[in-house]
């Protein structure tokens, strides 16, 4: 969860008054996020140094109090300490919901066609007399850092260059440049002379900030390059996702910022525009304001409304819900009017309707979170306060008590079992490919195969490795011994999960079946004998015994020839209750090499599922 912090002075100075430490953990409670920790700068960095304390940085080190505030991963709006205390600030109705308003255009952004293979989008915006101090110049460039590792998914989606728009002038464009034609001062390179072609990212490669970023764009023939106009010359104002140019940098002095997102994805790149503008408009000359820009594209994209669009877009999101489903979901019975006041709190807006059983709920540019009504209702129980819900509702009629389901208590004693028994647990994925599950294992789908009634497939699978759900827990197994063969032998594995069949009685026409699975790997020999011996072990924990004349239930095995995922000759059928349950035997080579893995092992499975009956 991301986390911000800041002076307990400063935070304390924008909230308007003095808190104590219990006092600022309950309205962050109230509030639904969390006090993390009460810390300091020199704290913190012992506790990172440990023994390699350095005594002159930490002699630069404050000893000021530090609040460090947890924050749900979806509230893009609180990344700071501005869109944290404005929002806190709104729940305690100490203030308004900022009005946030757009100006026409000045400025144009022109996108080249030569940009739309690599990074095809970018949004733009300006802030106007902007006032920088220390600490709100420090939060600006923190908040890029948190959106870019949050929503952007480390740049990967969206990233943001800021400029100091009084050092770059129009026209502005965005393309993409072939490698050999670049030539910038890097930011933070002065003094060291202009960066050329593919020397960029060799240059900054093995950098311990930038270097996780080099890889998104070091692939292709041509980079994304955001160009202004310096003295006339078309001057590189970004190089994106890497970095800036030092020309352009914003220092504490810059008053006009020109800040563009460039984006794999259009969505998220408005809305890591909105969260820096709304957060840090508040610094402008008219409070509240941000200037628009005209971005051109060379055609018509998917997500975007014409080829010309204007951004940011601080258009509302609409929401229509009744007040029924709001205090039932809750467990609470209040009106229509206090509804909407408690929405205002979550810097929401909402109207009633004129028989007042619903409400209209606009969503600002900052609430990116709210995707569904009940996120709209979640927020309406956060205000009303969670304790106060249980002081509102009625106690349930029926009172009842959770407990573990018995098929699911059956499962973890054998897995205790069989741990007990020196198996590891193996842990693997429900879905594989068709090939894993086949053809790497001499099984074949249809009628009178090994896999009679076919295998359940994916429609669209995404990755491809994950095409059909697992049939059988070999493939899994397979997979696992493959990337452990450099393990100390021997290996011995096992797994109580599910799989899937196809069932044609079945309403779904597929059902899960439990499965217990170990293998053991051992050198040169493969180890049936050890496998065999778990089969009796879990038989008899089972508390089945042998089939015999007075025991006609229990287990018992035959010759098996029907799988070919076994050796010949060295494979069984297990049975129980006068019905086949598994099998178990001596993996065939063919499969041992189709998987990578150079030596022999045996390998059990059965069906759990008839056991349930005799233990619930």
């Known amino acids: 969860m991301p986390i911000v912090q800041c002076s307990s002075r400063t935070l304390f100075k924008r909230l308007g008054r003095t808190f104590t430490e219990a006092e600022f953990t309950d309205l962050c409670f109230a509030f639904g996020i969390e006090l993390d920790d009460v810390t300091s700068e020199k704290e913190m960095y012992l ?23 947890e924050l749900p991963a979806n509230r893009y ?129 093995n950098d311990k900030h930038i270097g996780q970023y080099v890889p998104l764009i070091s692939g292709g023939d041509a980079f994304p390059v955001v160009y202004g106009n310096v003295d006339g010359k ?17 220092t504490l002095n810059t008053k006009n910022v020109f800040i563009e997102a460039t984006a794999k994805d259009f969505l998220k790149a408005n809305i890591v525009l909105n969260m820096i503008v709304t957060a840090f408009s508040e610094y402008c000359g008219d409070q509240f304001s941000v200037e628009a820009v005209e971005v051109e594209y060379p055609e018509k994209l998917p997500w975007l409304a014409d080829k010309t669009i204007v951004t940011p877009n ?37 109207s009633p309707s004129e028989d007042k059983k619903s409400i209209t709920v606009q969503v600002p540019c900052t609430r990116a979170d709210i995707l569904h009504n009940c996120d709209v209702m979640e927020d309406v129980a956060i205000a009303y306060g969670y304790k106060n819900i249980l002081k509102s509702c009625q106690p349930p009629k029926t009172l009842s008590y959770g407990k573990q389901q018995p098929r699911e ?20 994925f429900s879905l594989c490919t068709h090939d894993e599950a086949c053809k790497n294992l001499n099984r074949e789908e249809g009628q009178g195969k090994f896999y009679a009634d076919g295998l359940v ?21 397979m997979k696992t011994l493959a990337h452990s063969k450099g393990q100390p032998q021997p290996l011995q594995l096992y797994e109580v999960t599910d799989v899937v069949v196809r069932d044609p009685a079945h309403r779904l026409g597929a059902k899960n079946l439990t499965r217990v699975c170990a ?51 060295w494979q069984v059928d297990l ?34 599922d008839p056991f349930f009956a005799k233990t619930a």
Request: net charge neutral; charged share 25%.
């Open 314 to 350: 601080f258009d509302h999101r609409q929401f229509d819900l009744t007040v029924e489903y709001i205090n039932k979901s809750i467990g609470i019975d209040i009106g229509c009017e206090e509804i909407c006041l408690l929405l205002e709190k979550m810097l929401l807006s909402a």
């Open 409 to 428: 208590a059956l499962r973890t004693l054998m897995r205790m079992e069989l741990a007990s028994a020196g198996y590891t647990e193996m842990m693997t």
């Open 457 to 477: 497939t994916l429609g669209k699978p995404c990755p491809v490795e994950f095409e059909i759900c697992r049939p059988s827990l070999l493939p899994g197994t």
């Open 77 to 205: 709006d609180l990344l700071c300490v501005e869109g944290l205390t404005t929002a806190l600030l709104v729940f305690m109705e100490k203030m308004k919901t900022p009005q946030y308003k757009i100006t026409a255009p000045k400025l144009k952004m022109t996108v080249d066609k030569s940009i739309l293979p690599i990074r095809p989008y970018v949004v733009c915006a300006v802030l106007r007399n902007v006032q920088f101090t220390e600490e709100n110049y420090k939060s600006f460039i923190d908040l890029q850092e948190k959106l870019h590792h949050n929503i952007a998914r480390k740049r990967t989606l969206v990233s943001v260059g800021t400029h100091d728009l009084d050092t770059v002038s129009a026209p502005f464009s965005y393309e993409g440049t072939p490698k050999q034609d670049i030539d910038f001062l890097p930011l933070a390179h002065a003094g060291r002379g202009n960066l050329q072609g593919p020397k960029i990212t060799e240059y900054y490669a």
């Open 234 to 250: 078309k001057t590189t104002m970004s190089l994106p996702p890497i970095i800036n140019s030092e020309h352009s940098k914003i």
């Open 519 to 569: 293998v053991r790997a051992e050198g040169k020999t493969a180890g049936f004998s050890e496998v065999h011996g778990l089969f009796e072990f879990t038989m008899a924990r089972l508390e089945i015994k042998p089939k015999s004349e007075k025991n006609p239930n229990g287990y018992y095995w035959q010759a098996g020839t029907g799988d070919d995922a076994f050796y010949p000759g």
């Open 47 to 69: 506790r990172e140094a440990k023994e390699n304390v350095n005594k002159e940085i930490l002699a630069t080190k404050s000893d000021e109090e530090v609040y460090k505030i």
């Open 575 to 608: 049975f129980c209750f006068n019905t086949k349950i598994g099998s178990m035997g001596i993996i065939h080579p063919k499969c041992l090499k189709a998987f990578g893995i150079p030596f022999p092992c045996s390998y059990m499975e059965y069906d759990l």
